[in-house]
């Protein structure tokens, strides 16, 4: 059975992105189908009033403007329920995630969907899956006190039912590069596939 990658890229760089480069090997480490989401290229939708309507507005009562309004967060939703692995190539800018990424998110998480609420609380509804975090910065340590972006972009991924997360890191670039890299590399080298 084939194993299905979700790439989603966040960085608004190309050639000279460093979390790109980490997703690229990470992904290559870990084979199978790729379905990559670059948020850059194609930036995601902002919530609208609209789409929260239709949101709560079950199926059956939804009207046809009500279904084209979620068709961005019908594909997101798809992509995450296909794949086995998530990787998340994540720069972090000003001590958070891109702005692409957290319109991501957004559209992501579905009450009924992604998610649900019962008596104990919400329950994520993606289980089973896992995910890699490449995390890039310029001048943030990661998992510092001024990191905001990771534990968020963990907390929200656990909020869907996804816990199998693994951090991979290269930060602090502004200050020492080709280390942070080359440590990142090895433990790309280490993944499990």
Known sequence: ???????????????????????????????????????????PSFVTEEMIGAYFTPPADRSAAQDATLDASNAVVAELQKADTIVIGMPIYNFGVPAALKAWADLAARVGVTFQYSADGP?????????????????????????????????????????DVQVITADQLNMEAESKIEAAYDEIEALAA
């Open 123 to 163: 329950k994520g509804l993606l289980d089973g899956k896992r995910a890699i975090i490449a995390v890039a910065s310029g001048g943030t340590e990661s998992g510092s006190e001024i990191d905001w972006a990771t534990p968020w972009l963990k907390f929200f991924l656990g909020f869907l039912g996804i816990t």
């Open 1 to 43: 059975m084939s194993h299905t990658i979700l790439r989603i890229d966040a960085s608004a760089r190309d050639a000279a992105s460093v979390s790109r480069q980490l997703t690229d090997r990470i992904t290559a480490k870990l084979g199978g189908d790729v379905i990559h989401r670059d948020l850059a290229e194609t930036p």
